[in-house]
């Protein structure tokens, strides 16, 4: 809509201020994250202080980050990569042969509140001793990255024309080589929206990993919220636990921004 | 012509790896759950005697349950009503195609890749007593330190303390709505626009009469998806407040956590998490029924 002039100034400034608070707590817990005990408490907030790095030592020298970050690796990728594997041909087949019917079984499973399954979770895992193993976190975080996955590609698979796989094939590619050669690197921003959102969504999880995790796989989030309740005063050390989960999120949020509001927004739109 | 039926088998061939997946997993451990609540298991042995509703029977008399069904309305309807106004609101804003736009929306959306641990934590040490929020409020001379979510103030059923709940929770969902309504707003064709604004309409008439009505299914999918979102949460009340002084910032997930995994009561843990299921489910049936009949249009 074109708006006169002294309306788009007028906006400009609104968004501008609605922007503090938005960003105001990021910027905070960045700096506490560097400061001195006395100097976080200190009023008014110094913005001019010297930077330590205690925080950052006492995370991962004292508390063993580095082991947690590693497990929350090892149990996104992983569960990531499964979910690709067997939600890609899903996706295909669900866009393909107009599986719509079985696409809401999908999509049901992952607006589902977890806490609604979690207990079998607990009970079946707990008799198979498989708690705190690797298999039964990601076998969860499974759950959370493949309606994902089948949600976000199911559409792209959609629009690309059938007639190019077609001619593909009549070119002597099996149907499969026609997916793996044709569709899939057409569907590239698909499967990058995907792999950015499971990738997300698993490493944020917190109600698998606290029920079926312990000392070994505990992920980052569950550490951070263990760290928490023991050093309730050491805020620059939370702070600091807290800009490291945070950080891959952003990161990949800023890089793949175009991606992620599409993949969140598009059933969305479509609805 | 491809031959259906063949077609058919190939698709749920296909198919099959991530429907069992979920049929087990999800669906079949659903079953079990709800098999559960209808059993006397409330301690560390598995007692499999069926009882009836007793559980169901015991949560909805207890003191604890009621003023988490409560919390849990209030807190919805709150958090709803602000990310879907100011969403709106944001997105409105950043209609009109504006230098920076992208930058501004980026920053909108941070909050949303946060997980809600990260959020718990932030939004405690803001609302904490000795730093944060208050320190500000000491400084412009009021003396009296408000609780926050600490706080055991209640007007008519809401609890007070669910104030500072239902700000970290917008603040991370504003963005979120912002970014589908501006998806909604870049929809509407120009044309519809400009025609209006020819034939005189001003930009509050336009609002109403034409962007309004035209963005109606965005705003129920926003109502639908933040819906689901509020009515199960856990993470955000577990980590920032806990349940809190008598219950104030408590939640089923929270209650169906502490008695099954800290107290062994596995049948009314099974009994809480059918009935938040049964809550979601009331606000994401008529979604997959409007879906439905979306597609087969």
Not at chain 1, 188 to 205: D, E, H, K, Q, R
Not at chain 1, 209 to 228: D, E, H, W
Request: net charge positive; aromatic share 16%.
């Amino acid at each position: 809509m074109q708006r006169k002039p002294i309306h788009s100034i007028l906006f400009g400034i609104m968004l501008l201020l609605i922007i503090i608070p938005i960003l105001f707590p990021f910027i905070w817990m960045l700096m506490s994250s560097f400061k001195t005990q006395v100097d976080i408490i200190s009023w008014p907030p110094k913005f001019i202080f010297t930077p330590v790095m205690q925080n950052y030592e006492r995370v991962f020298i004292e508390q063993d980050f580095l082991h947690y970050m590693k497990n929350s690796v090892i149990v996104s990728v992983v569960s990531v990569f499964f979910s690709l594997i067997l939600g890609l041909p899903a996706a295909y087949s669900i866009a393909r042969y107009k599986q719509n019917k079985l696409s809401v079984f999908i999509l049901v499973a992952r607006l589902m509140p977890g806490i609604s399954f979690l207990m079998p979770w607990y009970i079946v895992f707990s008799r198979l001793h498989l708690m705190d193993s690797y298999v039964a976190l990601i076998l969860s975080h499974m759950l959370i990255a493949l309606p994902l996955v089948v949600w976000v590609m199911a559409p792209y698979f959609d629009s690309v024309p059938r007639e190019l796989e077609e001619a593909a094939m009549v070119d002597g590619l099996t149907q499969q080589s026609a997916f793996l050669k044709i569709l899939l690197p057409l569907s590239g921003p698909g499967v990058v929206t995907a792999t950015t959102l499971s990738f997300i969504f698993s490493w944020n999880n917190f109600m698998f990993s606290q029920v079926l995790s312990q000392q070994k796989t505990r992920t980052l989030p569950i550490a951070v919220y263990n760290f928490l309740s023991y050093v309730e005063v050491d805020w620059g050390a939370v702070m600091a636990a807290a800009v490291v989960i945070m950080a891959p999120a952003i990161i990949l949020t800023m890089f793949f921004q175009k991606y992620v509001v599409k993949g969140l927004t598009m059933g969305a739109v479509k609805g | 012509m491809y031959c259906a039926k063949k077609d058919r088998r190939i698709a749920v061939l296909i198919l099959l790896p991530m429907l069992l997946v979920l049929f087990i997993f999800v669906y079949g451990f659903i079953a079990w759950s709800l098999r559960i609540s209808f059993t006397d298991w409330n301690s560390i042995l598995p007692n499999m005697t069926s009882v009836g509703f007793e559980n169901y029977q015991r949560l909805f008399s207890s003191q604890r349950f009621q003023t988490d069904i409560r919390n849990t309305i209030f807190f919805t309807l709150f958090f709803l009503v602000i990310c879907i106004v100011g969403g709106f609101f944001l997105s409105y804003l950043l209609y009109s195609k504006l230098r920076g736009e992208s930058f501004l929306r980026t920053i909108y959306l941070f909050p949303l890749s946060l997980s809600f641990v990260v959020t718990g934590v932030l939004w405690r040490w803001i609302f904490s007593p000795e730093v944060g929020i208050n320190s500000l409020f000491r400084m412009m001379g009021f003396e009296a330190t408000f609780g926050w979510f600490t706080s055991t103030y209640s007007i008519g059923g809401f609890n007070v303390a669910l104030i500072a709940l239902i700000i970290a929770a917008s603040w991370q969902y504003l963005g979120y709505t912002m970014a589908m309504f501006l998806a909604g707003l870049r929809g509407i064709p120009d044309q519809l626009i400009e025609s209006a604004q020819i034939d005189g309409a001003g930009e509050l008439a336009i609002t109403w009469y034409i962007i309004l009505p035209l963005i109606k299914p965005i705003t129920f999918s926003a109502m639908i998806v933040l819906g689901h979102i509020s009515l199960k949460i856990f993470d955000l009340a577990y980590v920032m407040t806990g349940k809190g002084p008598a219950f104030v910032t408590d939640f089923p997930g929270l209650f169906m956590f502490e008695t099954t995994f800290r107290g062994n009561h596995y049948a009314e843990g099974a009994a809480i998490s059918i009935i938040m299921l049964i809550l979601v489910a009331v606000v994401i049936v008529p979604y997959l029924i409007s879906t439905l009949r979306g597609d087969s249009e």
